[in-house]
């Protein structure tokens, strides 16, 4: 049976691309109808043909869209790397009464230009995070190492300040993604930014595509429809994303296409790709894999059959070595502004109460061998006691306790304990530990033993390969409002994809989390 194509009502705005809810059939012929109760109601309103090929109009306004997001993200760029070769620029004028020569900045955001075109960094729809800020520090020592071939050839290298331009990349490292961040919220409080795609399958991992896409509006995935082939789900909604009939229609104005649904068999999956999903100019294939790596993963064409390659970091000697000497230098330089907070919030603990201002507990570390970890106490020199009191005295707080070993109203915590553990302040000891080899500086929650026996043990595997960290993703990720069941699937997934790449990430959304004390108590 052919697709039937929705066909769906689009207001061409100079800024944008803007999809109407409301939408149309298009009927191939068959007596039944194949379409959702929503498409019907509108089926008299628009002319019936048979599907035999897609009106164009739609590809020009998504091209126009495209165009519009790239210009957009181009922009940012320019001025990123335009701004560093300013700062530094100025920096060495003050410092050595010497200027230097800018005409050179039009042969790096040209060359910036044409590379970031050639890694589908303009606009960069739907790439993650961690693989758009690997592509974007490549690229730029790239560029910049093209400038200095160009400058030595063309004998101008003596004339030109290569420092300037050295410092500019480590400028440029910073701010080119930093600029792309704020240009694509800008570009997305606006409803500008992305594509449309739909969703085949309104099961679970449909539900799951949606989830994630919602939530990370930086992809660039704006999700208009749900598809599946249940009549009962027809009218209903999906993570607020209507289901509006069975899995053959073909959305003709959205150009990526999901299909979630893991369990179809051979047959029906080859039918669905060249029938309704031949349409879409991308699609994404949901497999039942949730659980593995996902970051690092290549496709592989072995003599007709596909593989996905999949890279672990973890058993890259290299890597390892690389983060641990991340860990040393960051927290040794750093040391100048954590180790005064540290003796600061110290001593203001003492005076609280006049007691030890540190406390240790042992923690399960790196291949499940315990250790200390250090903070800065944040509860009454009684705790325990104060705890169990609390608890014998009141069964709804003992629940609390017995689910997420944690109390949003803590008894036990001081009064500079509050403030401490909304900034994170207590956990900054812990570098110690860094130092010493213990912990990392990004890693899974060092846990202590009870809640380690209360962990899935295929999770608690994964958590032993690696140190645990002073912050990680959980701890970004909302900390204690996501759960122990957030910190499992999140822990998980920082160990199955870890990268030095994800590592950058996570600590600069660390400083972001701290400063809005987001989960924090």
């Given at each position: 049976m052919d697709p039937i194509v929705v066909e769906c009502e689009m207001e061409m705005k100079d800024t944008g691309l803007n999809v109407a809810e409301r939408s149309s059939a298009v009927s191939n012929g068959d007596s039944q109808p194949a379409v959702g109760p929503e498409a019907q109601h509108t089926r008299s309103a628009t002319?019936?043909?048979?599907?035999?090929?897609?009106?164009?109009?739609?590809?020009?306004?998504?091209?126009?869209?495209?165009?519009?997001?790239?210009?957009?993200?181009?922009?940012?760029?320019?001025?990123?790397?335009?701004?560093?070769?300013?700062?530094?620029?100025?920096?060495?004028?003050?410092?050595?009464?010497?200027?230097?020569?800018?005409?050179?900045?039009?042969?790096?955001?040209?060359?910036?230009s044409l590379g970031a075109a050639m890694l589908n960094l303009l606009p960069a729809w739907g790439m993650g995070i961690a693989e758009e800020l690997r592509r974007v520090t490549l690229l730029l020592f790239f560029v910049y190492f093209a400038l200095a071939v160009v400058l030595f050839f063309s004998k101008q290298a003596e004339d030109a300040s290569r420092l300037t331009y050295f410092g500019a990349v480590l400028v440029s490292v910073g701010l080119v993604p930093f600029m792309r961040t704020v240009v694509k919220r800008l570009l997305v409080r606006q409803d500008l930014w992305g594509v449309p795609v739909v969703v085949y399958g309104a099961g679970d991992a449909g539900q799951h595509v949606l989830e994630i896409i919602n939530s990370e509006r930086g992809l660039g995935y704006n999700p208009v429809v749900v598809f599946d082939d249940d009549p009962a789900k027809w009218g209903t909604k999906v993570e607020g994303v209507r289901v509006v009939g069975s899995t053959q229609l073909v959305r003709k104005d959205a150009p990526v296409a999901f299909l979630a649904m893991p369990t179809l068999t051979k047959e029906r999956l080859v039918e669905l790709m060249e029938g309704p999903l031949s349409h879409y100019n991308k699609v994404v294939i949901i497999p039942n894999l949730l659980d593995v790596p996902s970051l690092w993963v290549r496709a592989s064409?072995?003599?007709?059959?596909?593989?996905?390659?999949?890279?672990?970091?973890?058993?890259?000697?290299?890597?390892?070595?690389?983060?641990?000497?991340?860990?040393?230098?960051?927290?040794?330089?750093?040391?100048?502004?954590?180790?005064?907070?540290?003796?600061?919030?110290?001593?203001?603990?003492?005076?609280?109460?006049?007691?030890?201002?540190?406390?240790?507990?042992?923690?399960?570390?790196?291949?499940?061998?315990?250790?200390?970890?250090?903070?800065?106490?944040?509860?009454?020199?009684?705790?325990?006691?104060?705890?169990?009191?609390?608890?014998?005295?009141?069964?709804?707080?003992?629940?609390?306790?017995?689910?997420?070993?944690?109390?949003?109203?803590?008894?036990?915590?001081?009064?500079?304990?509050?403030?401490?553990?909304?900034?994170?302040?207590?956990?900054?000891?812990?570098?110690?530990?860094?130092?010493?080899?213990?912990?990392?500086?990004?890693?899974?929650?060092?846990?202590?033993?009870?809640?380690?026996?209360?962990?899935?043990?295929?999770?608690?595997?994964?958590?032993?390969?690696?140190?645990?960290?002073?912050?990680?993703?959980?701890?970004?990720?909302?900390?204690?409002?996501?759960?122990?069941?957030?910190?499992?699937?999140?822990?998980g997934y920082y160990v199955r994809n870890w990268s030095v790449w994800l590592d950058v990430v996570i600590l600069v959304r660390t400083f972001r989390a701290v400063a809005r004390g987001s989960g924090a108590y």
């Open positions: 002319s019936v043909r048979r599907q035999s090929g897609l009106d164009r109009r739609p590809t020009f306004v998504l091209l126009r869209h495209r165009l519009q997001n790239a210009l957009a993200i181009l922009a940012g760029d320019t001025f990123a790397l335009g701004a560093s070769l300013i700062v530094v620029g100025a920096i060495r004028l003050s410092l050595t009464g010497q200027d230097f020569d800018p005409r050179w900045g039009v042969f790096i955001v040209g060359a910036w064409d072995i003599g007709g059959i596909l593989g996905l390659q999949m890279t672990s970091n973890l058993l890259n000697p290299f890597a390892r070595v690389l983060k641990r000497g991340f860990d040393l230098l960051s927290v040794s330089i750093s040391s100048v502004l954590w180790a005064p907070i540290v003796m600061l919030f110290a001593l203001i603990v003492w005076l609280e109460d006049r007691e030890n201002p540190f406390y240790r507990q042992q923690r399960v570390g790196l291949n499940g061998v315990p250790f200390y970890a250090w903070k800065l106490r944040t509860m009454v020199p009684d705790a325990e006691a104060v705890l169990q009191r609390h608890l014998a005295s009141n069964p709804a707080l003992k629940d609390e306790w017995d689910t997420f070993h944690k109390l949003r109203k803590d008894p036990r915590i001081t009064k500079i304990g509050h403030l401490l553990r909304r900034l994170s302040i207590d956990e900054l000891p812990q570098m110690y530990n860094v130092l010493r080899g213990e912990m990392s500086l990004i890693g899974p929650r060092p846990l202590p033993q009870y809640h380690i026996d209360d962990m899935d043990p295929r999770v608690v595997r994964l958590r032993e390969r690696v140190r645990p960290g002073v912050t990680g993703l959980w701890q970004v990720s909302g900390r204690s409002e996501v759960g122990i069941e957030g910190m499992e699937r999140l822990d």
